[in-house]
């Protein structure tokens, strides 16, 4: 007979577990409360990561059966979710999403879901970075200088280079400006190649 557990999670201390535990059983589950781990921690955390869900992973035995109520119970990262996923179905362990119908994400149905979800979180992946990409061309267009500013102004760099050329030391330069050693070096590199 498998076991049926349920792991709830919210974000804050401010936040309570209650509804999912309710929703849990209005769905028509009967959990023993010593298998329902509830656990506050940011969806950001990897599931493995959580302690919570570190010792449920712990006490789950092949067979049994994992409900939550939404996906991001599990994690807000797509990969982690996935991750979590096959890792509870390689240990034949069924996980239930209430929220995607209560269909089995371990399933054949469940699996192509799980893709679904997948393939949608890696194009808004690909949509941010095409938008972070075209607003830094406009931007470069429009003549903005990317990067961080400058830490020392033109006059100090070419300073810094003579003072380099005649063999102060990078530490004694790096004291003296309030920069680090490397700063110096790069500096020197960046007049070297002028030359």
């Known amino acids: 007979m498998s076991r049926v557990f349920a792991y709830c999670r919210v974000s804050t201390i401010d936040q309570t577990t209650d509804n999912q535990v309710r929703e849990i059983e209005a769905a028509g ?10 656990e506050t921690i940011s969806g950001s955390v990897a599931a493995m990561e ?11 035995e092949s067979g049994d059966v994992l409900i939550v109520t939404k996906l991001d119970r599990l ?32 399933s054949s149905a469940g699996k192509m879901t799980m893709g679904v979800i997948a393939a949608v979180a890696e194009f808004e992946r690909d949509l941010l970075v095409e938008r972070t990409q075209a607003g830094l061309e406009r931007a470069k267009a429009s003549g903005k200088t990317l990067g961080r500013p400058q830490a020392l102004s033109s006059r ?30 790069r500096i020197e590199k960046r007049t070297l190649l002028k030359i």
């Not at 589950?29 to 509830?38: A, G």
């Not at 959580?50 to 789950?60: N, S, T």
């Not at 760099?157 to 004694?172: E, F, N």
């Open 29 to 38: 589950f009967t959990i023993d409360p010593k298998r329902i781990i509830v």
């Open 75 to 106: 994690g807000r990262n797509a990969m982690d979710v996935r991750a979590t996923v096959e890792m509870l179905a390689k240990e034949r362990i069924k996980v239930h999403c209430l929220a995607l119908g209560g269909v089995d994400l371990t």
């Open 50 to 60: 959580r302690k919570g869900f570190a010792k449920l992973i712990d006490r789950l």
């Open 156 to 185: 100090d760099q070419q300073d810094i280079a003579t003072k380099r050329s005649q063999g102060l030391s990078l530490g004694a330069l790096a004291k003296e400006y309030g920069v680090s050693r490397s700063a110096i070096q």
